[in-house]
């Protein structure tokens, strides 16, 4: 199995995760200029959350959520503030998640990290 078909598999066992806890999706590999957005998707009490999905084939290498760097996070963000323009979002709260898939286990962490910036405050 390729890379593209490991994070496809990923990104569909992380968004399964997700509805399984109640979150709607919105949206899936959103794109702009050179960035992307794994998921976008709405928790049960109405916050938009833009989700990273980091996947690993073992855990010999540690939990590949610390692979999110700090210039993926800029990246994120600023992927982030287009979506929430192109939907019209403007009033609703905002938080950035991410979700380690490490074989059959998944792990989300809310809030992973935050972005400082004219859409998130």
């Avoid at 399984?20 to 919105?26: A, H, R, T, V, W």
């Avoid at 957005?37 to 073992?58: L, P, Q, R, T, Y």
């Avoid at 380690?100 to 935050?114: C, L, N």
């Amino acid at each position: 199995m390729n890379r593209r078909e490991q994070g496809f598999i990923a990104e569909q066992k992380a968004a399964d995760y997700l509805s399984s806890e109640g979150f709607s999706i919105l949206d899936r590999n959103f794109q702009y200029r050179g960035g992307e957005i794994d998921i976008v998707a709405k928790s049960k009490d109405g916050c938009i959350c833009f989700v990273e999905v980091k996947s690993a084939s073992g855990a010999g290498w540690g939990d590949p959520i610390f692979n999110v760097t700090g210039k993926k996070q800029k990246q994120i963000g600023r992927v982030a503030e287009v979506w929430l323009a192109k939907n019209g979002v403007t009033d609703t709260s905002c938080r950035f998640d991410a979700v380690s898939v490490v074989g059959d286990k998944v792990t989300h962490y809310p809030d992973a990290f935050r972005i400082v910036g004219p859409a998130f405050f």
